[in-house]
Each structure stands twice: as structure tokens, then as C-alpha cells.
């Protein structure tokens, strides 16, 4: 067994605090990853709260797991003793039903997808996230990480990043295409880059003022203030994709009539009450989905794609000795725009 420090948190009430723990000694397709930076999300937060209800305890958190391959199994063919590696939201799954076959697992048809944290194995022990010094994973669920990338700025791709590359590649963004993103934080300046970089033209929405600038440099051809009177019948029925990235309460009518006919608005956020539609606005063909993440294979992809086109996560890094700190920023939304934690600040 591996012995591991990090921060968990022991109930839905009592703070993230030191807790020391045992991962399993690396079998025959495992790697073990001494951790370097773990992404903050704010999922992190939601399941730490139990705000999703369905939280185990304790619980060490983080999805966004980045580090330095300190031991493989005797198997393993992708890594070696020294290599960058990193894990995302999920460690296994069913890996045998349709989904998991097309690499798509993380809906697996089987609801055997096994989360990186707040999960439990196939052993049925607990699993624990990148808020600590180690993690052991089967290879088939760890990523390769480009040279080229800032490691911690790419640790947010792992979640931040695939869940917004996810759906634009889908929809088809790219020349000739109108994309439009809701929300410019974590996740809506991941897709702000990701549009551009596809070749879309892309437009961000936003209530701030004070974001057009930031918008703009961050890949935005045009930018919509969503409180000017006017704003939605000004681009009504303009748009082939809008990826919403709102985890707040919030009327997405306005931006389903934005819509192409055929068009699509993609959900990404999880707001906490359900989305209320009027039957109207999706009349001509409309399509209101949703999307998680993305598969391995997939999620390797997106790593290969932002290493072509230098693509990481704008961050500030965060420490475990402001960490109460940090999530309250997370919750406020004040951050530009995603913590990352160092590991070295663990002791």
C-alpha cells in the first residue's frame, strides 16, 4: 500500500483538513503518479457540501490530477518512471457495453463508471482525488501530458478543458459555423479558445462590462452584454451552436431563440434548479442537450489538440494553507479563471 497526505473533508459541514490515507500498490496495468497540481473545480466544492446529495465520506477531492510517474505495473506499455501523467474525472469503468467499447465511458451504459473521487471502485473502496500527494490508476484511464504545456495550466484541461472541447467538437464548431458561449469563467473561457481555435466565429455573452476586453483577448470575435435592452432580438435566430456554461440559476429561453433552425444549445453547467423551457422556444427544430466530459481516447485528443495550438487554462495558483480562501473565491466566481493547487504546499 501506498501511503498518501492530503486534505479531505469528514462531513458535508466541517471544513477540508489534513487526513492521511493508503492508496494500493501499483499492479500489473497501474501507474502511480506523485501529484504535482491538482485543478480546483467547482464540483469540487458541490460534493465536498454534499449539494448533489450523493456524497461519500471522507473525501479527498480533485478531478484535475497532474504529476510525475514515480512507479508502473509490469504491463504498462504507455509510461515510464519519470514521465508527466495525468488522470481526470474518472479511473474505470465497465470497459465491455456499447458506450465504453466506442470510448465513451464516461457513459458507461452499465453506470459502472468509476469517479476519480466520491466514487467507489470495483473492490468497493472508496476512491480519492489529486487533493493529495499520490494516486494509482489502471494506464487505460491515464493521459499523457504534451512537453510543450505548462504543467500547472494544464491541469484544468483534465475537466475545465474536455468538458467544453467535448461538445464543440461534436456539433461540428469550425469555418463557417456561429458558436456562442454562455458564462466566462472556468469552463466558458475553455470554450472560448477551443471555438476560436476551431475556426468558428465565436461571440461571448456576458452581463459584465467589465469582461469585454478580457473576452476579446481570450479568442472572442464579438462580444453581446446580455443587460442592454435589445440584445436578443438584435441576433434572434442567428446561431448553429451556443454551449452554456452557467452553473447559476438562469432563463436560457432568450438563448434558445438565438437559434438556427436545427440549431443547438448544449448545457455544460449544473445548475441547481431545473431549466424551466416555454414550448415556443424550441420550435424550428431546436435542440436543447446536454454533455459530461469526454472519453479517454477523446480526452487524449483534446491534450494532443491544445498542444498543437499552445491551449492551456488561465490560472492562479492556490495553496492548502488558503484553501477555505480559494473555494469561497470559487463560489463567488473571482477568479480568472481557475485555481490550480501545488502539491508542494501540502506540508
Given at each position: 500500500?501506498?501511503?498518501?497526505h492530503?486534505?479531505?473533508?469528514?462531513s458535508?459541514?466541517t471544513?477540508?483538513a489534513p487526513?492521511?490515507?493508503?492508496?494500493?500498490?501499483?499492479?500489473?496495468?497501474?501507474v502511480?503518479?506523485?501529484?504535482?497540481?491538482c485543478?480546483i473545480c467547482?464540483?469540487?466544492?458541490?460534493?465536498a457540501?454534499?449539494?448533489?446529495?450523493?456524497?461519500?465520506?471522507?473525501?479527498v477531492?480533485?478531478?484535475?490530477?497532474?504529476g510525475t510517474?514515480?512507479?508502473?505495473?509490469?504491463?504498462v506499455?504507455?509510461?515510464?518512471?519519470g514521465d508527466l501523467?495525468?488522470?481526470?474525472c474518472m479511473v474505470?469503468?465497465?470497459?465491455?457495453?456499447?458506450?465504453?467499447?466506442a470510448?465513451e465511458?464516461?457513459?458507461?451504459n452499465n453506470?459502472?463508471?468509476?469517479?476519480?473521487?466520491?466514487?467507489?471502485d470495483?473492490?468497493?473502496n472508496?476512491?480519492?482525488g489529486?487533493?493529495?500527494?499520490?494516486?494509482v490508476?489502471d494506464?487505460?484511464f491515464?493521459?499523457?501530458?504534451?512537453?510543450?504545456?505548462?504543467?500547472?495550466?494544464?491541469a484544468p484541461?483534465?475537466?475545465?478543458?474536455i468538458t467544453?472541447?467535448?461538445?464543440l467538437?461534436?456539433?461540428?464548431?469550425?469555418?463557417?459555423?456561429?458558436?456562442g458561449v454562455?458564462g466566462?469563467?472556468?469552463?466558458g473561457?475553455?470554450?472560448l479558445?477551443f471555438?476560436?481555435a476551431?475556426?468558428?466565429?465565436?461571440?461571448?455573452?456576458t452581463?459584465s462590462?467589465s469582461?469585454v476586453?478580457?473576452a476579446?483577448?481570450?479568442?472572442a470575435?464579438?462580444v453581446?452584454?446580455?443587460?442592454?435592452?435589445g440584445w436578443?432580438?438584435?441576433?434572434?435566430?442567428?446561431f448553429?451552436?451556443i454551449i452554456?456554461c452557467?452553473s447559476?440559476?438562469?432563463d436560457v429561453?432568450?438563448y434558445l431563440n438565438?437559434?438556427?433552425?436545427?440549431?443547438?444549445?448544449?448545457?455544460?453547467?449544473?445548475?441547481e434548479?431545473?431549466?424551466?423551457i416555454?414550448?415556443?422556444s424550441?420550435?424550428?427544430?431546436?435542440t436543447?442537450?446536454g454533455?459530461?466530459?469526454?472519453?479517454?481516447?477523446?480526452?487524449?485528443?483534446?491534450?494532443?489538440?491544445c498542444?498543437?495550438?499552445n491551449?492551456?487554462?488561465?490560472?492562479e495558483?492556490a495553496?492548502?494553507d488558503n484553501?477555505?480562501?480559494?473555494?469561497?473565491r470559487?463560489?463567488?466566481?473571482?477568479?480568472k479563471?481557475?485555481?490550480?493547487l501545488?502539491?508542494k504546499?501540502?506540508?
Open positions: 500500500m501506498i501511503k498518501t492530503g486534505y479531505a473533508a469528514q458535508s459541514t471544513p477540508l487526513f492521511d490515507y493508503e492508496h494500493r500498490s501499483p499492479g500489473p496495468k497501474d502511480h503518479i506523485s501529484v504535482d497540481f485543478g467547482h464540483s469540487d466544492i458541490h460534493q457540501r454534499n449539494e448533489w446529495g450523493n456524497s461519500l465520506y471522507p473525501m477531492p480533485g478531478h484535475e490530477v497532474l510517474v514515480k512507479a508502473v505495473g509490469s504491463e506499455t504507455k509510461f515510464k518512471v501523467a495525468a488522470i481526470g474505470d469503468s465497465c470497459r465491455v457495453c456499447e458506450s465504453c467499447k470510448g465511458e464516461q457513459y458507461c453506470q459502472a463508471t468509476v469517479f476519480t473521487y466520491n466514487s467507489r470495483k473492490q468497493g472508496l476512491t480519492f489529486g487533493y493529495g500527494n499520490n494516486i490508476a494506464e487505460s491515464v493521459l499523457k501530458v504534451p512537453a510543450n504545456l505548462d504543467p500547472a495550466a494544464t484541461l483534465l475537466c475545465a478543458g467544453t472541447y467535448s461538445p467538437k461534436h456539433w461540428n464548431a469550425g469555418p463557417g459555423k456561429k458558436v454562455v466566462l469563467g472556468g469552463l473561457h475553455m470554450a479558445k471555438s476560436h476551431f475556426g468558428a466565429h465565436t461571440v461571448q455573452f452581463t462590462a469582461k476586453e478580457d476579446k483577448k481570450l479568442g470575435d464579438e453581446i452584454l446580455t443587460k442592454e435592452e436578443a432580438a438584435k441576433h434572434a435566430g442567428s448553429d451552436l452554456d452557467v447559476a440559476d438562469h429561453n432568450s438565438l437559434l438556427k433552425r436545427d440549431g443547438v444549445l448544449c448545457t455544460v453547467g449544473a445548475p434548479d431545473p431549466i424551466k416555454a414550448a415556443f424550441i420550435l424550428g427544430r431546436k436543447l442537450t454533455s459530461m466530459i469526454g472519453g479517454i481516447a477523446e480526452t487524449q485528443e483534446m491534450l494532443d489538440f498542444s498543437k495550438h491551449i492551456v487554462s488561465d490560472i495558483m495553496s492548502f484553501l477555505e480562501e480559494v473555494w469561497d470559487v463560489v463567488k466566481g473571482d477568479v479563471y481557475r485555481f490550480v501545488d502539491l504546499t501540502l506540508n
